[in-house]
């Protein structure tokens, strides 16, 4: 089956850049969204389609993806980027929507 | 605006059958594209997706459950409905619903752009 892995926690000073992987064989040929989850909320979106961001999030986050890693990058990291981020793919050999096993930012 | 809200029970007995509602506004699951889907995350895990409903009424389960699962929609009342049967406490979780975004026409490769609050179920005798 397909799985996404990212690692467990990523820990960031404030005005560092935070990068966050996600790793599968060949996912440079999916579409990979992420998702923002802070304590007690729903996940937000904050990019889509491998690297555009909805309206209302901050240019300082990105993203990018080839090979088999997909990657999301804070730059400027604030207190408020503290939060869980996971990866998203639709895996098109088992029609499932696969997610990430998640990251927890922290800033330090 | 595009707004979603789940509801249903806080509480269920094992072997139960838990039904949610996703009551949404701002879309209609009767216009060409558009998709709802369910998401479960138990407490301190990661998103599990569970099922999706199309506008064309096709329907998608995870494998894994696929034989507890069933979701329906009443376009009329703006709902989607998921039924998990044979409920287990390693089922206890925040269930949520998205929808789809409609840019695509194909709602496999798209986001999840907006989301419920979220229901917890806890499963327990």
């Known amino acids: 089956s397909y799985v996404l892995t990212q690692p467990p926690s990523v820990s960031v000073a404030p005005g560092q850049t935070a990068r966050i992987t996600c790793e599968e064989n060949?996912?440079?040929?999916?579409?990979v969204h992420w998702y923002q989850q802070k304590p007690g909320q729903a996940p937000v979106l904050v990019v889509y389609?491998?690297?555009d961001r909805p309206s209302g999030i901050p240019e300082r986050i990105s993203g990018s993806n080839s090979g088999n890693t997909a990657t999301l990058t804070i730059s400027r990291v604030e207190a408020g980027d503290e939060a869980d981020y996971y990866c998203?793919?639709?895996?098109?050999?088992?029609?499932?929507?696969?997610f990430g096993t998640g990251t927890k930012v922290t800033v330090l | 605006q595009v707004t979603l809200r789940e509801s249903g029970p806080a509480l269920v007995k094992p072997t139960q059958t838990l039904t949610l509602i996703c009551s949404f506004s701002?879309?209609?699951?009767?216009?060409?594209?558009?998709?709802v889907t369910w998401i479960r995350q138990p407490p301190g895990k990661a998103l599990q997706w569970l099922a999706r409903?199309?506008?064309?009424?096709?329907?998608y389960y995870t494998t894994s459950l696929k034989t507890r699962l069933s979701i329906a929609k009443d376009t009329s009342k703006n709902q989607v409905v998921l039924t998990m049967t044979n409920m287990d406490p390693v089922d206890t979780a925040t269930f949520y619903c998205?929808?789809?975004?409609?840019?695509?026409?194909?709602?496999?490769?798209?986001?999840?752009?907006?989301w419920g609050q979220g229901t917890l179920v806890t499963v327990s005798s």
């Open positions: 998205a929808r789809n975004n409609p840019y695509s026409t194909n709602c496999d490769i798209s986001p999840f752009d907006y």
């Open positions: 701002g879309f209609s699951l009767n216009t060409r594209g558009m998709c």
């Open positions: 409903i199309d506008w064309d009424d096709d329907k």
């Open positions: 060949n996912i440079g040929s999916k579409s």
């Open positions: 389609d491998d690297f």
């Open positions: 998203q793919v639709w895996d098109s050999t088992s029609d499932h929507y696969v």
